[in-house]
């Protein structure tokens, strides 16, 4: 039986898929074009935080694939609503949400000024509120059906 795919899941399966095509393209470039490393590992670095610190080695590059990997599962995942990506991305968010706020807190209290040029680029900004709204979106008890999960307000 075939479901319906509501155009939100498809904005975000678009999301995921662009996300892990932009890192792989990065990389592409980072490895065969060592005059763009650096461009490339920066690039790389905002949409693969944990990178950063790896300043465009081989491994750091390796690790971007890995991730863009998750980016299409996910992105595959959710366009063809399958029951345990939706939990997966609900989860990845969460996650990721959670450990900004940590190290927003830590940064707060140890070094504001390096919390503030963390957070005040626009991208950052967009990435978070895209983020959010995306976590608030797949929580939605009709969009959960979408993917097969029952609500439990009707157990």
Request: glycine share 8%; charged share 15%.
């Amino acid at each position: 039986m075939a479901r319906n795919r509501p155009l939100g899941l498809k904005l975000i399966a678009a999301l995921f898929l662009l996300e892990g095509a932009a890192v792989i393209i990065a990389v592409g470039i980072g490895l065969s074009r060592p005059e763009f490393r650096s461009a490339a590992n920066r690039f790389i670095a905002q949409r693969v935080p944990f990178i950063e610190e790896l300043n465009g080695s081989r491994f750091s590059f390796f690790l971007a694939t890995l991730s863009a990997l998750v980016s299409f599962a996910e992105g595959l995942g959710i366009w063809y609503l399958k029951r345990g990506a939706g939990a997966f991305i609900v989860y990845d968010l969460t996650y990721r949400l959670g450990a900004g706020v940590v190290a927003a807190a830590m940064l707060w209290a140890s070094d504001r000024k390096m919390l503030v040029s963390i957070v005040s680029p626009p991208q950052y900004v967009i990435g978070l509120v895209t983020n959010i709204l995306v976590l608030m979106y797949l929580l939605d008890p009709e969009i959960r059906q979408a993917f097969g999960i029952p609500d439990h307000e009707s157990d």
